[in-house]
């Protein structure tokens, strides 16, 4: 009876050892390895030749990797902007009374999200194609044709540009999030603070944002996570360029490894984005924590 | 002086309040879909056609660019790859969960707590950080360049949300199910399988809908793990078409529109479960 209600060690083992095995060797051992490797000169064949840490000191002074890793905090905060920003717009209007159609507006608005982000990059690249784009056919079309120019290839406004697909694509997706906070929020409050006289945006900031507080905190977190993947959009936009203007991290470290075949120091800079995700994870969550002790 | 107005009284419900913000949202609406509209009607033009005006509708219905990606291209076993990839760890992903899941929500062993942490921890890991490592890993170890490569990837990053999930689900699951079930002689793994699963088919399908449209659409540990032309998937496969027929710009558009298409016919069959799965997991997660 015993052994029907609680499994004994061999069956415990049985279900758990080899998804824990398979858990470790994909997710943990390549942080070792990574480790190790970081210590050598090698460019992925037989020979390589211990270092020492002297990756990891280029890779304090690389100007490259910063300025990549400036590249996914500027993503980081206009996303966090652009997405929560207009998500919390758009529910606002959502959620007021006049508003129709509501159903198709969020089924419609959800659904980039599940499109494949190389899908979403090769759409965008033809906005911004120079010969035949939406933007510069736009511009002709409304005689702007002194406004016509190779978008992408503009160095000064290339990660702004790459960015615009990534809030685009994720805007329906955080406005779901804020329309559902919201529709849990007992009713009664809003309908109190209306009486007392506030509308409109008053409403919007004073009663409604402070009460979904907890809700834009997830969304904040999700922003973060999601933009330090910002890969593949770039990947497929731009690759990096023009030269390296556009490059993350984490194509500067795909870059290193399997174009220049340095497979040492590309393990070196894979640790370091691994500390910075670690470190920058940590010091949101203790804000974060801040903000919600605050409320309470 | 008559625009101050309406943005004043919007909110109360006068007649341009209301067309404003109908309006604003309908525009932001369409922004979301019609990419994915011009997508679809631009793949049926010619090239001359789309040169000579990108945004028109194309003069006649014509498949023939959708016929040219398949013949010169491998796209049906670019998305054959992809679903088998899909379907496998979409598998192992729910088992695992469940199993682990239960096993942490449910016995009261050494070490529970720390084996539960140590199962989410992997969320905090980001994946691009691990991806020149797992390429060394996986060419040492002779995991690559299979067809069973990217399973492990996949299954392995969708354990941590698939556990959390589980474990918080079967917390609420009453326990006199399984003390039922051991009463009228049913074997540990009988209940586990034939009582308890059926009982975590919700959030299992909540699981299973996050996790698809992420394993559909990965790109990056297909681009290092696979060099093997007959094995890549599809969004790789189209960077490789891309590369191939760069300036053929309708019949680019065909070969996206028919990557998308499966994501497409799942969301709108199913958006309401899906939003309701993916915002669920995002929150709780």
Same mark, same amino acid.
């Given at each position: 009876?015993?052994?029907?209600?609680?499994?004994g060690?061999?069956?415990?083992?049985?279900?758990?050892?080899?998804?824990?095995?398979?858990?470790?060797?994909?997710?943990?051992?390549?942080?070792?390895?990574?480790a190790?490797?970081?210590?050598?000169?090698?460019s992925?064949?037989?020979?390589k030749?211990?270092?020492?840490?002297?990756n990891?000191? +280029?890779?304090?002074?690389? =100007?490259?990797?910063?300025?990549?890793?400036?590249?996914?905090?500027?993503?980081?905060?206009?996303?966090?902007?652009?997405?929560?920003?207009?998500?919390?717009?758009?529910?606002?209007?959502?959620?007021?009374?006049?508003?129709?159609?509501?159903?198709?507006?969020r089924?419609?608005?959800?659904?980039?999200?599940?499109?494949?982000?190389?899908?979403?990059?090769?759409?965008?690249?033809?906005?911004y194609?120079?010969?035949?784009?939406?933007?510069?056919?736009?511009?002709?079309?409304?005689?702007?044709?002194?406004?016509? =120019?190779?978008?992408?290839?503009?160095?000064?406004?290339?990660?702004?540009?790459?960015?615009i697909?990534?809030?685009? =694509?994720?805007? #329906?997706?955080?406005?779901?999030?804020?329309?559902?906070?919201?529709?849990?929020?007992?009713?009664?409050?809003?309908?109190?603070?209306e009486?007392?006289?506030?509308?409109?945006w008053?409403?919007?900031?004073?009663?409604?944002?402070?009460?979904?507080?907890?809700?834009?905190?997830?969304c904040?977190?999700?922003?973060?996570?999601?933009?330090?993947?910002?890969?593949?959009?770039?990947?497929?936009l +731009?690759?990096?360029?023009p #030269?390296?203007?556009?490059?993350?991290?984490?194509?500067?470290?795909?870059?290193?490894?399997?174009?220049? =075949?340095?497979?040492?120091?590309?393990?070196?800079?894979?640790i370091?984005m691994?500390?910075?995700?670690?470190?920058?994870?940590?010091?949101?969550?203790?804000?974060?924590?801040?903000i919600?002790?605050?409320?309470? | 002086?008559?625009?101050?107005?309406?943005?004043?009284?919007?909110?109360?419900?006068?007649?341009?309040?209301?067309?404003i913000?109908?309006?604003?949202?309908?525009?932001f609406?369409?922004?979301?879909?019609?990419?994915?509209?011009?997508? $679809?009607y631009?793949?049926?033009?010619?090239?001359?056609?789309?040169?000579?005006?990108?945004i028109?509708?194309?003069?006649?219905?014509? /498949?023939?660019?959708?016929?040219? !990606?398949?013949?010169?291209?491998?796209?049906?076993?670019?998305?054959?790859?992809?679903?088998?990839?899909?379907?496998?760890?979409?598998?192992?992903?729910?088992?695992?969960? /469940?199993?682990?899941g239960?096993?942490?929500?449910r016995?009261?062993?050494?070490g529970?707590?720390?084996?539960?942490?140590?199962?989410?921890?992997g969320?905090?890991?980001? @994946?691009?950080?691990?991806?020149?490592?797992?390429?060394?890993?996986?060419t040492?170890?002779?995991?690559?360049?299979?067809?069973?490569?990217?399973?492990?990837?996949?299954?392995?990053?969708? @354990?941590?949300?698939?556990?959390?999930l !589980?474990?918080?689900?079967?917390?609420?699951?009453?326990?006199?199910?399984?003390?039922?079930?051991?009463?009228?002689?049913?074997?540990?793994?009988?209940?586990? $399988?034939?009582?308890?699963?059926?009982?975590?088919?919700?959030?299992?399908?909540?699981?299973?809908?996050i996790?698809?449209f992420?394993?559909?659409?990965?790109?990056?540990?297909?681009?290092?793990?696979?060099s093997?032309?007959?094995?890549?998937?599809?969004s790789?496969?189209?960077?490789?078409?891309?590369?191939?027929?760069?300036?053929?710009?309708?019949?680019?558009?065909?070969?996206?529109?028919?990557?998308?298409?499966?994501?497409? @016919?799942?969301?709108?069959?199913?958006?309401?479960? @899906?939003?309701?799965?993916?915002?669920?997991?995002?929150v709780?997660?």
């Open positions: 009876m015993k052994n029907r209600l609680k499994p060690p061999l069956t415990f083992a049985a279900y758990i050892l080899p998804s824990f095995l398979l858990y470790t060797f994909i997710v943990f051992v390549p942080i070792v390895v990574a190790y490797y970081g210590f050598f000169d090698w992925g064949g037989t020979a030749k211990f270092i020492g840490l002297e990891y000191r +280029t890779l304090m002074t690389d =100007q490259r990797f910063f300025k990549a890793l400036g590249n996914n905090l500027f993503l980081i905060v206009f996303c966090a902007i652009g997405q929560i920003g207009l998500a919390f717009i758009f529910a606002m209007l959502l959620e007021s009374r006049v508003a129709k159609l509501k159903s198709f507006h089924t419609v608005s959800f659904f980039p999200s599940v499109l494949s982000a190389v899908v979403i990059g090769f759409i965008w690249s033809m906005i194609d120079y010969n035949y784009g939406l933007i510069n056919t736009l511009l002709k079309a409304t005689g702007m044709k002194d406004k016509v =120019q190779p978008w992408l290839s503009n160095e000064k406004i290339v990660v702004l540009l790459v960015t697909p990534l809030i685009w =694509q994720y805007v #329906g997706y955080y406005l779901i999030i804020i329309v559902s906070a919201i529709a849990s929020v007992d009713s009664s409050i809003f309908e109190m603070a009486i007392d006289g506030a509308t409109g008053k409403k919007a900031v004073h009663i409604t944002l402070p009460l979904i507080k907890n809700t834009i905190t997830v904040i977190t999700l922003c973060i996570a999601g933009n330090m993947k910002a890969f593949d959009h770039i990947w497929t +731009t690759g990096g360029g #030269g390296t203007a556009s490059e993350v991290v984490a194509l500067y470290a795909y870059k290193t490894s399997f174009l220049s =075949q340095k497979m040492g120091y590309g393990s070196a800079v894979s370091g691994l500390v910075i995700s670690l470190v920058f994870v940590g010091v949101i969550r203790f804000v974060m924590g801040q919600t002790k605050e409320k309470e | 002086m008559r625009k101050r107005n309406t943005t004043e009284k919007s909110y109360h419900g006068n007649m341009s309040g209301k067309i913000i109908n309006l604003i949202l309908m525009i609406s369409i922004t979301c879909i019609f990419p994915a509209v011009w997508l $679809f631009s793949s049926m033009k010619t090239k001359s056609e789309f040169f000579e005006n990108p028109a509708l194309p003069s006649t219905l014509n /498949f023939g660019n959708y016929i040219n !990606v398949l013949q010169k291209s491998d796209m049906l076993l670019w998305m054959k790859n992809t679903a088998r990839n899909t379907f496998l760890s979409l598998i192992l992903i729910l088992l695992i969960g /469940f199993v682990v239960y096993f942490v929500a016995f009261d062993f050494k529970r707590k720390l084996l539960y942490s140590y199962f989410l921890l969320m905090l890991i980001p @994946i691009h950080a691990i991806m020149i490592p797992m390429y060394i890993l996986f040492k170890t002779g995991l690559g360049d299979s067809w069973y490569t990217l399973i492990f990837p996949y299954t392995a990053f969708g @354990i941590p949300i698939s556990v959390f !589980v474990e918080s689900y079967v917390q609420n699951v009453p326990r006199e199910l399984e003390e039922a079930a051991a009463i009228d002689g049913s074997s540990f793994s009988r209940t586990l $399988f034939s009582i308890i699963l059926p009982v975590c088919k919700p959030i299992l399908v909540t699981i299973g809908i996790q698809f992420s394993l559909w659409n990965e790109f990056t540990y297909s681009l290092i793990l696979l093997d032309e007959r094995l890549k998937t599809i790789v496969g189209l960077t490789i078409f891309k590369g191939q027929y760069s300036t053929d710009y309708p019949q680019m558009m065909a070969a996206m529109f028919m990557a998308i298409l499966p994501a497409i @016919i799942l969301y709108f069959a199913f958006s309401k479960q @899906i939003i309701k799965g993916m915002v669920a997991g995002a709780k997660g």
